[in-house]
C-alpha cells in the first residue's frame, strides 16, 4: 500500500480493508472493459484501487439517476480527462521554463528555454487536475459551476487548462490557440514584463488570477481570504468548487467557521477543497510539521466539517470529491429541511493530497515552488535533459489532445455556459426600490446660531437608511460583517431587523438560525462575509483603528475590481459600505491603539473612482451618502462616521445631495464677506467642520473676510492618475468655486494626518500659503476637545495659523489668555475646550 492510500483510506469512509479494496477494483475492470481502460491510467497519471471504487460507484449512481450531462460517455470523458490533465501539466512547465513550444513533443534544445526562466511551478501542476477535474464534473453533470481559487499564484494551471479547451477571455483568445505559434506566445507572455505602446503591461496573463483570467473572481495574492468567502458566495440554486491551499490555512484564522454560517435557505452548494501538499515556499507548512492530513482531518472533524481525503494527483478523483462533496451536503440540508438534523451541518471539506509539484522532476522538495529543478536549462545541458525527460512523460500526441478537448467542449448539448462566464463572474445587481432618504429639518435661516442647532447621530442615518433599503429590496440577501458593538455603533435597527446569525439563539438576544449579521471578534472574516456576498446588498463596520485589520481583503476587491473594469467587464455587484465609526476623535476614551485614521488614509491611495473615502459631516448626509452608494456598482465607500449624537445637522436635504454628487460644497451660510475672501477654511470630517465653524465666527467678528468649505471626498479633487480616476474628478468650476485661484490662502483642517490630505490635494496646494492640521499621532485617554486639543486642531489652533498665513498678530483673533493656553502657559480648560467634570 502506497503512503497517500495510507493516509486517504478511512474505515468511517471505506468499509472495507485494503485487500477487499484491490479485489472490488479488479472485479469492477473484469466487468467492464471501458472502465478498465480508464483505470489504466496515461503517463503520470494513474488511478489508485480507492479511486477506481469511487469512480466505478459515481458512474453507477450518475447512470441510475438518468444524469447525462453534456452527453459525454462517463469513461471516454474520463480517459480524454486524463489526457487533458497531462498536456496541461506539460504546458505548466513549459511556460515556466520554454520560450517555444512544439506539439510534436520534440526535445528542447538550449536556445528553445528562458533565460530566466520563472513561475509557481509546484502549486500550479497541483491544480491542474484539480481544476481539469471541476470542467469534467460541469461535462458529466450539465452545470457550469463557479470556481474560486484562493492560491491565485497557481493560475498557470487555470490558464493553460483554458487554453487547450478554449475557454478564453477575448484578450486570451485573440492571442492564444492549440498551435505550435499559439503556445509559443503563451509561454513567451508568462513572465515577460513587456510593456505595450500604451506604457500598460502587454502581456494579458499575470502571476496571479487576474482580470483576464476566465471566470477568475479574486486575485488570490492575499492567502486565507478565500477560505473565509467562498461560504458566503453562491446564493440558492449555485454551486460554487473553492480550491484552497494548506499553506494559506495557517495564514488566515476563521476559515473554521465556514459551518457556523451556512444555511440552506440562503445559500447555494459550497465545495472546499484544499490542496494538501505540505509545503510553503522554504519549509514543510504547519500543518504537515503538526501531523499531516491525519492531524487535519481530526481538527476539521473538531471544527465541525466532514473531511474526505482522496488522491490529490488524480484528476478523476477531483470529479468524484467534487460530486461527493455535493451529494453528502445536499443529503444533510435535506435531513435538516425534514427536521431529523438542525444546523449547524457537518460541512463536507475534501482534502487533495499530493506531493508540491507532483509529476514533474523536484516533486515534493523546496524547490518544487517555484522552479523544480537544480539548474537552468538554458545554460546546463544536463538540466535541460531533465526538462525534457520530465516533459516526455506528460506530452500528449496533437490528434489524441485535440480528441480529448473537443470533450470539453459541448456546452450548447446541455445549454450552459462556458466555464469563463459563470454565474458569480456576472453578477449585475440593482435596487429595485430606492426608499426616501429619512432627512432632518435644517433651519437654514439659523444655522449662524450654534445655540440654535439641533443634533443627531450620523450613524443613525446609517442604521435608518440601510434598514430601510433592505426592507424595499427583500430580493437582494443582506450580509453584515460586524466584529462588534452593533449597539455602541448605534446599528440599533440593523440588529433587530436582520439579527445575528447563530446555531443555537440565546432567548431575549437578537440572535435566529437565519441571521443575516455575520459576527466574529475577527474583522477579516466578518468583512469576508460582506465582500463575498456580490448577489446581495452589504454593510460592513468596525472601530476605525480596527479598520486597518480589514486592509488586505478590501485592497484586494478594489484593485481587482479596478483592473477588471480597465479590462472592459466592470463589476456589476451593489457597491459595499466599510463604515469607520467610534473613530479617531471619538475614542479618546480608549487609550492611542483606538485613535487610528490608517485606514481611511490607506484607502484615498487606491484608485478614487473605485475606493471611495468620504466623511460624512451630519444625519442627511450621512443618509444621502447611503442612498447614493447602492445605486453604484463594483466601488469600496469607505465611510468616517462619528456615531455620538451631539453632530449638528446642518446640511439641507438639497446640500446634503450637492455635497455627496460633487464630492464638496462652499457653506455660503458661514464665513464672512466670501467674494472678498482672503482665506479658505476648508474641513474634512464632521467634528473638524465643527472648529472650522467656530473659528470662521472669531474670523467673521475681526472681520477677516474668508469662506468656508467642506471636503466631504477629498479623492475627488486629486491629480488623477487615470483616465477612470479623471472622468470621476470634480468639475474644474466646482473646484474653482471651492477654492478660487484669487484667493491663495487656504487651511485645511481634517480627520487625518494633515500630511496626507496635503499630499492627496496636490492640485489644490499653493506652496507656502497652504497649510493643514489634522491628527499628529497624540492621544491617550481623553475626550474629544481633548484629542483635538494634544493634535492641534481645535478652533484656536486654526485661528493661529490663519493668522500665520495672512501674517496677522496673533492678538488680532485671539485673546491673550487664548494665547497663553495655545503655547502651553496656562490649562485650555475653560479657556478653548470645556471643563471637565469630576
Same mark, same amino acid.
Given at each position: 500500500m502506497s503512503l497517500l492510500e495510507t493516509e486517504v483510506l478511512d474505515p468511517q469512509q471505506i468499509e472495507m480493508d485494503y485487500t477487499q479494496l484491490l479485489r472490488q477494483a479488479a472485479r469492477y475492470r473484469q466487468e467492464d472493459s471501458q472502465f478498465a481502460r480508464w483505470a489504466a491510467g496515461y503517463g503520470v497519471i494513474q488511478h489508485s484501487a480507492l #479511486? $477506481? +471504487? /469511487?469512480i466505478y460507484q459515481l458512474a453507477t449512481r450518475l447512470s441510475t439517476q438518468g444524469v447525462r450531462g453534456d452527453g459525454a460517455t462517463f469513461y471516454d470523458l474520463l480517459q480524454a480527462l486524463d489526457r487533458l490533465t497531462s498536456a496541461a501539466m506539460w504546458l505548466v512547465v513549459h511556460a515556466t521554463y520554454a520560450r517555444n513550444v512544439y506539439l510534436d513533443g520534440r526535445p528542447l534544445m538550449a536556445d528553445d528555454f528562458k533565460p530566466r526562466p520563472e513561475g509557481h511551478t509546484g502549486g500550479s501542476l497541483n491544480m491542474v487536475p484539480a481544476y481539469a477535474g471541476y470542467l469534467a464534473a460541469n461535462v458529466l453533470t450539465g452545470h457550469t459551476r463557479a470556481?474560486?481559487?484562493? $492560491?491565485?499564484?497557481?493560475? &498557470?494551471? +487555470? *490558464?493553460?487548462?483554458n487554453v487547450l479547451v478554449g475557454n478564453m477571455t477575448p484578450a486570451h483568445a485573440e492571442r492564444y490557440s492549440l498551435t505550435d505559434v499559439g503556445? #509559443?506566445?503563451y509561454v513567451r507572455d508568462f513572465y515577460s514584463y513587456r510593456l505595450g505602446a500604451d506604457g500598460r503591461q *502587454?502581456?494579458?496573463?499575470? =502571476?496571479? +488570477? !487576474?482580470?483576464h483570467t476566465a471566470g477568475g473572481l479574486a486575485e488570490g495574492g492575499y492567502l486565507g481570504f478565500a477560505e473565509l468567502q467562498y461560504v458566503h458566495m453562491p446564493l440558492p440554486g449555485e454551486r460554487l468548487v473553492v480550491f484552497l491551499s494548506d499553506g494559506a490555512f495557517e495564514e488566515q484564522r476563521g476559515s473554521d467557521w465556514a459551518p457556523r454560517w451556512w444555511r440552506a435557505e440562503d445559500s447555494g452548494v459550497v465545495v472546499p477543497i484544499m490542496i494538501n501538499n505540505g509545503r510553503r515556499i522554504d519549509q514543510r507548512t504547519t500543518m504537515s510539521q503538526q501531523g499531516g492530513v491525519?492531524?487535519?482531518? &481530526?481538527?476539521? =472533524?473538531? !471544527?465541525?466539517? %466532514?473531511?474526505?481525503v482522496f488522491d490529490g494527483r488524480d484528476p478523476a478523483a477531483f470529479v468524484w470529491a467534487i460530486l461527493e462533496i455535493e451529494h453528502r451536503l445536499e443529503t444533510a440540508a435535506a435531513a435538516v $429541511? &425534514?427536521? $431529523? =438534523? /438542525?444546523?449547524?451541518i457537518k460541512l463536507p471539506y475534501g482534502i487533495a493530497v499530493a506531493p508540491k509539484g507532483a509529476g514533474f522532476p523536484g516533486e515534493g522538495t523546496n524547490l518544487a515552488h517555484n522552479l523544480p529543478l537544480m539548474g537552468n536549462p538554458h545554460s546546463d545541458g544536463g538540466i535541460a535533459a531533465l526538462f525534457n525527460q520530465g516533459a516526455r512523460r506528460l506530452w500528449v500526441p496533437p490528434a489524441e489532445l485535440h480528441h480529448a478537448c473537443d470533450q470539453f467542449q459541448r456546452h450548447p448539448a446541455s445549454g450552459r455556459p462556458r466555464e469563463r462566464d459563470h454565474v458569480l463572474v456576472h453578477r449585475s445587481v440593482r435596487l429595485r426600490t430606492v426608499p426616501p432618504v429619512p432627512f432632518r429639518p435644517v433651519a437654514a435661516a439659523s444655522r449662524r446660531d450654534p445655540t440654535r442647532w439641533t443634533t443627531a447621530s450620523p450613524m443613525a442615518a446609517i442604521d435608518a437608511m440601510f434598514t430601510a433599503i433592505v426592507r424595499a429590496n427583500p430580493q437582494l440577501r443582506p450580509r453584515v460583517g460586524n466584529p462588534d458593538e452593533m449597539r455602541s455603533n448605534r446599528l440599533l435597527a440593523t440588529l433587530e431587523q436582520l439579527k445575528f446569525r447563530v446555531t443555537d439563539p440565546e432567548p431575549g438576544i437578537p440572535e435566529a438560525i437565519d441571521g443575516a449579521v455575520? #459576527?466574529?471578534? !475577527? %474583522? %477579516? &472574516?466578518?468583512?469576508?462575509?460582506a465582500l463575498a456576498n456580490k448577489g446581495g446588498i452589504n454593510l460592513i463596520h468596525t472601530y476605525e483603528a480596527f479598520g486597518m485589520k480589514m486592509h488586505g481583503a478590501i485592497r484586494q476587491e478594489i484593485i481587482f475590481a479596478h483592473h477588471c473594469a480597465e479590462a472592459g467587464r466592470p463589476p456589476g455587484w451593489l457597491s459595499v459600505p466599510l463604515v469607520l465609526t467610534s473613530h479617531t476623535w471619538e475614542n479618546g476614551k480608549n487609550e492611542q491603539s483606538h485613535q487610528d485614521p490608517s485606514m481611511a488614509e490607506a484607502l484615498l491611495g487606491e484608485p478614487s473612482h473605485v475606493s471611495r473615502v468620504v466623511f460624512p459631516a451630519d444625519f442627511n448626509t450621512a443618509a444621502v451618502a447611503m442612498e447614493r452608494l447602492y445605486q453604484t456598482q463594483g466601488q469600496i465607500w469607505t465611510l468616517v462616521v462619528p456615531k455620538a449624537d451631539i453632530i449638528p445637522d446642518l446640511f439641507t436635504p438639497d446640500e446634503a445631495r450637492q455635497v455627496v454628487a460633487e464630492g464638496g460644497l462652499r457653506l455660503d451660510w458661514a464665513g464672512h464677506a466670501s467674494e472678498q475672501a482672503r482665506i479658505v477654511l476648508a474641513a474634512v470630517g464632521a467634528y473638524q467642520l465643527g472648529e472650522v465653524l467656530t473659528a470662521s465666527r472669531r474670523l467673521a467678528e475681526r472681520s477677516v473676510p474668508h469662506s468656508v468649505v467642506y471636503l466631504f471626498e477629498p479623492g475627488r479633487f486629486r491629480l488623477a492618475r487615470s483616465e477612470a480616476e479623471q472622468r470621476h474628478q470634480a468639475p474644474l468650476a466646482v473646484r474653482e468655486t471651492l477654492f478660487p485661484p484669487t484667493v491663495p490662502h487656504r487651511l485645511f483642517v481634517t480627520h487625518t494626518r494633515p500630511e496626507v490630505i496635503l499630499g492627496l490635494l496636490g492640485p489644490l496646494h499653493t506652496g507656502p500659503h497652504t497649510s493643514g492640521l489634522g491628527y499628529i499621532n497624540q492621544g491617550g485617554t481623553l475626550n474629544t476637545p481633548g484629542m483635538l486639543f494634544v493634535n492641534r486642531c481645535t478652533w484656536a489652533h486654526c485661528l493661529a495659523e490663519v493668522a500665520r498665513l495672512l501674517d496677522l498678530p496673533p492678538t488680532h483673533v485671539l485673546s491673550a489668555q487664548e494665547i497663553a493656553a495655545l503655547e502651553g502657559k496656562c490649562s485650555p480648560h475653560g479657556v478653548i475646550i470645556p471643563e471637565v467634570c469630576v
Open positions: #479511486t $477506481q +471504487v /469511487r470556481w474560486l481559487m484562493g $492560491q491565485g499564484h497557481c493560475v &498557470a494551471a +487555470v *490558464d493553460a487548462v503556445l #509559443t506566445r *502587454d502581456s494579458p496573463l499575470g =502571476s496571479h +488570477v !487576474n482580470a491525519t492531524w487535519f482531518r &481530526a481538527h476539521l =472533524s473538531l !471544527n465541525g466539517f %466532514e473531511p474526505i $429541511q &425534514a427536521g $431529523q =438534523s /438542525r444546523y449547524p455575520i #459576527t466574529a471578534l !475577527n %474583522e %477579516e &472574516a466578518v468583512a469576508a462575509a
